[in-house]
């Protein structure tokens, strides 16, 4: 199993990223899917979260309405749209698999994690 995470970058305040979390040895239309943050001196962060299953989705206050999670099952890929990103959105992202289909909101309930992609909100 393994999860690589990419698409992060330097931005500026108000403009759009799309995370990408490309997995193998599973599928991922089965399981939730989360992406978690991280920012210098923080601790990790749940951002958002896709059901296994029946695609429902849930996210943390600070990104509704901005951010979109989503999932291509023939490609084993769920992505994070980033819209209307602000500077408090950097962080290093992670998204992270739970083998079960429900979504949960703390990382230790997700067993398989990506690398995590630096994202860069600056003027």
């Known amino acids: 199993v393994q999860l690589q995470a990419s698409g992060g970058g330097l931005v500026q305040p108000g403009g759009s990223l799309r995370l990408s979390c490309a997995a193998s040895g599973f599928t991922t239309g089965r399981y939730a899917t989360g992406w978690f943050r991280q920012a210098p001196g923080k601790e990790r962060e749940w951002v958002s979260c896709?059901?296994?299953?029946?695609?429902?989705?849930y996210y943390v206050d600070s990104v509704k309405g901005r951010f979109t999670i989503s999932r291509d099952n023939a490609n084993s890929t769920v992505y994070l749209q980033m819209n209307s990103l602000k500077p408090e959105d950097t962080a290093v992202y992670y998204c992270?698999?739970?083998?079960?289909?429900?979504?949960?909101?703390?990382?230790?309930?997700?067993?398989?994690w990506g690398q995590g992609t630096q994202v860069t909100v600056s003027s």
């Open positions: 992270a698999v739970r083998f079960t289909a429900g979504c949960g909101t703390q990382s230790g309930v997700f067993r398989y």
């Open positions: 896709i059901n296994g299953g029946v695609p429902r989705t």
